[in-house]
């Protein structure tokens, strides 16, 4: 089937504008996890959705950053007035309920590259 | 708070050597480990997870928790195994604590 993906695949911006990231998880996967990979920083955790349950924000590096999930299904992660730190590459995942009650392996996609010049 | 250290950036060895990645964690549950693999142009994948004790593609880890470690190995390294691999650990809330990543290199 489809695997997790991302819109764009590439974004180029100017410093002080504001982007908008895409995620569209597998379907009927109820938990979503948004990842940054910078140079230099790895890959960082910034937040994530569990189905109807408060997002876990505890990630996101400024007020700048946040996301939705609309329907309990497609994610956009918004960065405000960017800023040339914010370029990285953007990572979505998704995985469905383990049958134990936890949540499984996370899929990734491919991610958005974003330059802030 | 958690954290995974790969203290190796870049691990370069030759066809048919064995290769080892270290990985250390610090958290005072009880975690999740994973390797995840990212081949180039490819998009992030799992390699493997400590409790399901598999050997993937050549690869085996175990998880030390004596030592805190989660090391990834492989007795003879194949030149397809040239990627980025990154040891991720899974605590309360389930997002994944990544370490820096190591990057592989397989020479012929």
């Known amino acids: 089937g489809a695997g997790v993906s991302q819109s764009p695949s590439n974004k180029v911006t100017e410093k002080g504008k504001d982007v908008e990231l895409r995620c569209d998880p597998i379907s009927g996967h109820t938990a979503l996890y948004w990842y940054r990979q910078s140079l230099g920083q790895g890959l960082e955790f910034l937040i994530y959705f569990q189905g109807n349950s408060a997002p876990d924000k505890s990630g996101l590096p400024s007020d700048r950053f946040s996301a939705e999930r609309t329907g309990g299904s497609v994610s956009t992660l918004t960065i405000q007035r960017t800023q040339q730190e914010d370029s990285a590459v953007y990572l979505c995942?998704?995985?469905?309920?383990?049958?134990?009650?936890?949540?499984?392996?996370?899929?990734f996609g491919p991610g958005t590259r974003l330059l802030v010049l | 708070a958690q954290r995974v250290t790969q203290p190796e950036k870049l691990l370069s060895v030759f066809k048919g050597a064995p290769v080892e990645l270290k990985c250390n964690y610090s958290y005072s549950g009880s975690p999740e480990l994973f390797w995840y693999v990212q081949y180039s142009r490819q998009r992030l994948q799992l390699l493997l997870r400590h409790i399901s004790r598999e050997s993937i593609k050549g690869f085996t880890a175990d998880l030390n928790k004596g030592e805190t470690s989660f090391h990834l190995k492989k007795p003879f390294a194949q030149e397809e195994d040239s990627a980025m691999y990154y040891c991720?650990?899974?605590?309360?809330?389930?997002?994944?604590?990544f370490g820096g990543g190591t990057r592989v290199l397989v020479k012929p």
């Open positions: 991720a650990l899974r605590a309360a809330g389930n997002k994944l604590t």
């Open positions: 995942a998704s995985s469905p309920i383990r049958l134990a009650g936890g949540l499984e392996t996370q899929y």
